[in-house]
């Protein structure tokens, strides 16, 4: 009976919110996505749909997501759900509604990205708010959704989940200078979090692999072009490949988009 009461509320909600996942289709491959509003998610929303995925893409504020909409308005696969990748109650709720759909290929990309004023400055600059919240969205958020999601991919025929890192937090090849404090920090701990997950991971037959997007130039237009910087689609083109031929082989491996070769950590 409680059960049937939480079944009932959770569809009563689900309606509410828009969150009915009627434009997915059964026989085509599923991917979720974080931080699909802008930059390199959005490019993801883009690509997937091209190659005719049903797509579940979040965004922090789906009302002001203009772009995604217009993607989704073209594509009744796109499902757009709202989603703070720190809200961990919220995880589990979209976990709950989506308890019946499998997810082949679940996408980490929502970042706190070094975009804000005191990102480049050195150490009596740090914002240490900016440090703590970098935490939350960039390590305990992707952990929180893997943890969440982990039976819906385990359910896919792909079963993958694949964690969008970054380079700027390799202690190998990272910038050898102090820059991106909380960033680069929040990435190396998100690391960890993925390397020992992938202990847990082929348990459930999933394949986990971090990969790092290269730099991309996502910043809004009119913002300064960041040098040598790639345009999102030859970053994304290069990663759906990559994950497309990711094997078994590749779990717990933090991969380069360019080719696909290790990046220490
Ligand atoms: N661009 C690069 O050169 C580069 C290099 C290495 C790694 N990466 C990684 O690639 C990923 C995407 O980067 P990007 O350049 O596309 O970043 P971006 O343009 O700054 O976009 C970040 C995305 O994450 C979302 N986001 C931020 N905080 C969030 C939260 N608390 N909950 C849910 N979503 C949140 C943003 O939503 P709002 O619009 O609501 O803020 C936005 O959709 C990030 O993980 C980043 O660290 C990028």
Known sequence: MRNLINGLLLLFLSALSGTVNAGLEADKPTVLITGANRGIGLEFVRQYSILDWNIIATARNPKKAKALKALASEDSNIIIEQLDVTDHTRIDWLADIYADQAIDVLLSNAGLTPKYVSAFKRVKGIDFNMATKSFEVNASGPL??????????????????????????????????????????????????????????????????????????????????????????????????????????????????????????
């Open 144 to 265: 929180k959704l893997s943890q969440a999601f982990m039976k819906h991919v385990a359910a896919s025929q792909q079963k993958k989940i694949i964690i969008i890192s970054s380079k700027a937090a390799s202690f190998e090849l990272g910038p050898k200078m102090p820059m991106m404090y909380s960033y680069r920090a929040s990435k190396a701990a998100l690391n960890m979090f993925m390397y020992t997950l992938s202990f847990e991971a082929p348990k459930q037959g999933i394949t986990l692999t971090l990969i790092s997007p290269g730099t991309v130039n996502t910043m809004k237009p009119g913002g300064i072009k960041i040098p040598n910087a790639i345009e999102p689609p030859e970053s994304v083109a290069k990663m759906i490949a990559l994950i497309d031929r990711l094997t078994a082989e590749d779990n717990g491996r933090f991969l380069s988009f360019a080719d696909g070769s290790d990046i220490g950590w």
